[in-house]
């Protein structure tokens, strides 16, 4: 690109004044770099919030294990159980699975899978893959 003062006058031999390949070049992988963050944060922040999510499924199936236990009449929770303790917008189209193996009221893992996404989580450990559809 030509200095400004080369562009005092009308230019002599028809060249079009304006910007350079480089400068677009620039511009659009500045662009692309952008939205590439901006992309990766959105991920970022969804894989938080389904982390989040899947905890607090988690600690309301251990809060009804426990309250169904002191009651006498164990069983192991089910959805239902945990709706509302986690909200409807958390059990709206997923599907949780809680498993208490020794039915000692500890749960060993739930199984939460929403948006394609299957979560498996036990205390200090989460798992997150795409759901295998057969």
Known sequence: MKPINDYQYPPRDHEMAGFGRGFAL???????????IIGGLVW????????ANVRLVYLAAQAKAIEFQATGHYHVPVQADLTELIGAETSRDAQIRVVDDNRDAVIDYIVYTKNGRVTEYAPGKLESKPENKQ
């Open 44 to 51: 970022d922040f969804q894989q938080t919030a389904e982390a």
């Open 26 to 36: 620039a511009v659009v992988l500045l662009l692309s770099v952008i939205a590439l």
